[in-house]
């Protein structure tokens, strides 16, 4: 290991967000001459890790521990979405999907399997942004400066979605789809048929999709309202989760969204 590092996370391991330690008693600890403490502190000062405070003592910054955050937040949403999609998944006997958006593309949170005689793959890996309800749901209600951004890095929709290819029409069909608050597609060629909702934070701004893909077979008996009521309940359940737990829309995006 390189001396330097090892030295580093040793200082870093003795520090705490509250009670300081002074540079001798750190130096007497660690058995590092005052000289090599300092530059090391130094330079974790600069990178924003380490603080001093106004009696000369150092503790540890909170961006230290910053650095585990999207790991734990990413696992924190994990748990989260999957709780719902099983719900969705046992509530409506078919297979459901919690999807977001990240790194300029749709990200898959968690999914949940209903085993059944006849069943659709649903091991997501890819998800288009405007032919997928999932993606529907999701840029539909995204605002005006991250629409921008959506079109500059991806154009218009096409053939995609309605041959759309200009901003007013794009504009148009995003409304509709808020107003009616659920996006629907039917592949009659397959002949399966997808329904996505949205799932807000506590700003009212869209952080995830609640998705099911249900073959047309177990449509016909008249249980697509019933399937959708169950969809509109979980995800009302999952967006309340949002709000009492101040999940926010860059949480779940996981960065600032700039396609």
Known sequence: MIQ?????????????????????????????NKGTLCNILKSLTELG????????????????????????????????????????AKGTKESGVVATLRENAIYIVAQSQFKRSLMINTE??????????????????????????????????GREWDNINDLQKLREVFAEVRRQGISIMANKREGIKAFAVPIFDTQKKICSSLGITVPGSR????????????LMNV???????NIKGNLTQSEWFNEKLNF
């Open 49 to 88: 890790y380490v603080a001093k405070t106004r009696n000369g003592h150092y503790i540890i910054h909170p961006n230290f521990y910053n650095l585990a955050l999207p790991y734990s937040n990413n696992n924190l949403l994990h748990k989260i979405a999957k709780r719902y999609s099983d719900m969705l």
């Open 219 to 230: 449509l016909e008996d008249g249980n697509e309202k019933t399937i959708i009521d169950v």
């Open 4 to 32: 330097v590092l090892q030295k580093a996370f040793k200082i870093i391991e003795l520090l705490n967000p509250t009670d300081g330690i002074s540079l001798g008693e750190l130096s007497d600890s660690l058995n590092i």
């Open 235 to 241: 995800s009302e359940q999952l967006t309340q989760v």
């Open 124 to 157: 997501y890996e890819h998800l288009s942004l405007y032919h997928s309800v999932s993606g529907r749901i999701l840029v539909s209600h995204l605002d005006d400066d991250q629409v921008q951004k959506l079109i500059a890095a991806h154009g218009y929709p």
